[in-house]
């Protein structure tokens, strides 16, 4: 198969229309046509199904399917060598794909992505928010290239390669006018009462929480489950509950939420920075990493000052 041929295929499933895939590329439609064709007779089976009434995109089949996988991997390595090579010579350029949960993207992470961005104005960042399940996936069918994620039980993670960037502490919110907001710490026990906007069950956050409360020994009651977090401070700061969300997500200079401390326990998530172990990567995606581990690394200790007579 000609690299050539997987370029013009994956620009295919990725504009969802031949004539959208050709404009991108820069080529005539009857010369991906061709390449399509190619393609499907040497695998000897249909790789795309192609758009009709009432469904207008171009989708895979399943042998599509398992092509796009390998084809968007050998594509990114390919590119990877010419980037290691200017890495080589001193000068880091490339492409660097992740994928990333929205919390992160919203708390975390803008200060460490822009500081890099102007380091290395060679590197071009695609930023592409995933839902944290999804991530892993995406890591191992090559659509992005690091994966940025919170709060993931090994069992997600086991065919990944992981970095562990931080600790992130989850905190109660609560509108500035409640009584506990008063509170610098409460123990988790006592919020049994409370009425609960939760992040949606089955995400990786939602379930720290809940094996948080279990442990100080009730279920929480749910009153609104939503999917932003963004969206769940706002719902508390209109007063129809509190929340435990990442300490991140609370603004000092807020006047109108507060985040108090949780103790016995204190729920946290490890941010973690993962990869495709089948993957050699590219010198712009490592640089990208240290970056982010250089950021987060804790400051050192100052060593004690003792008076001398």
Do not use: W
């Amino acid at each position: 198969m000609e690299l050539r041929d997987l370029v013009y295929f994956l620009a295919c499933l990725d504009e969802g229309h031949l004539t959208r895939a050709a404009a991108h590329l820069h080529v005539a439609q009857p010369t991906l046509s061709h390449a399509l064709s190619r393609l499907e007779a040497e695998a000897g089976e249909a790789l795309l199904d192609r758009p009709r009434k009432g469904r207008p995109r171009i989708l895979p089949t399943a042998a599509g399917r398992l092509l796009e996988q390998r084809a968007r991997r050998a594509i990114s390595e390919v590119r990877g060598f010419s980037d290691d090579l200017s890495a080589l010579r001193g000068v880091l350029v490339g492409q660097v794909r992740i994928g990333s949960m929205q919390t992160l993207n919203s708390t975390i992470l803008p200060v460490p992505l822009a500081a890099f961005a102007v380091k290395h104005p060679g590197v071009q960042i695609s930023l592409h928010t995933l839902a944290a399940e999804a991530i892993p996936d995406a890591l191992t069918e090559g659509r992005v290239d690091i994966g940025l994620l919170a709060g993931a039980p090994a069992s997600a993670l086991a065919a990944l390669a992981i970095e562990r960037l931080c600790s992130e502490e989850l905190v109660l919110v609560v509108r500035a006018t409640d009584p506990l907001a008063k509170r610098r710490q409460i123990p988790l026990a006592q919020l049994k009462r409370q009425q609960f906007v939760m992040v949606l069950p089955g995400t990786f956050t939602h379930a720290i929480i809940v094996e948080a409360c279990r442990r100080a020994g009730f279920t929480p009651e749910t009153r609104l489950a939503l999917e932003s977090g963004e969206a769940i401070r706002e719902v508390v700061r209109a007063g129809l509950g509190v929340t435990i969300l990442p300490s991140g997500y609370i603004d000092g200079r807020d006047d109108s939420l507060r985040a108090v401390r949780l103790i016995q326990p204190t729920p946290r998530r490890e941010v973690l920075a993962a990869f495709d172990p089948r993957s050699v990567g590219t010198a712009a995606a490592r640089a990208f990493v240290a970056s982010l581990k250089q950021h987060f690394a804790p400051a050192p200790r100052t060593p004690r000052q003792y008076a001398t007579k």
